[in-house]
């Protein structure tokens, strides 16, 4: 990945970080928003270029999902369970994989230390969603912001 690309990724995951920290729960409800919007907007492009069909079905999914998002938010805090572990699981394999880096034992330790909580977040996450949903969030959006400073460092380090 170029530096330019890594700087724009750094930007982007620290401010979901940001925002997985400050709106806790309710980012889900914010990201159903957006998505519903998104298509909807990619529905109204889809009309300017007479493609009927699909702008008809964005713009009602994006409808319906900025209208009863919120009816599904549990099934969207399994989804996002479901990438954070994915996302922690590609992280630890991808420093496991470069863990040259690490001279030490405790070094690797703290390297592997935010992918693996990640992981736990996820388990907790499809496993109790009622009590551990707000410190599942600030946890996460911890590490994300951790990522996303790890990911800054790396672009301008190499300049």
Known sequence: MKSSEKAVCGVLTVLLGVLFIALQGDVVS??????????????????FERRFEPSLIKIVAGAVIVLFGWLIVGAVLYILAAAL????????????????????LPDLLLYC?????????????FFNQGCAAAWVFIVSGVFIVTEGGLL????????
């Open 30 to 47: 914010v990201a159903m928003t957006l998505l519903g919007a998104a298509l909807i907007v990619w529905g109204v492009l889809d009309l």
């Open 85 to 104: 572990l994915v996302l922690g699981a590609y992280f630890l394999y991808v420093r496991l994989k470069n863990r040259s880096c690490c001279a030490s």
């Open 113 to 125: 230390a935010p992918p693996v909580v990640c992981m736990l977040a996820a388990f907790i996450l």
């Open 152 to 159: 800054l460092w790396e672009a301008f380090r190499k300049n």
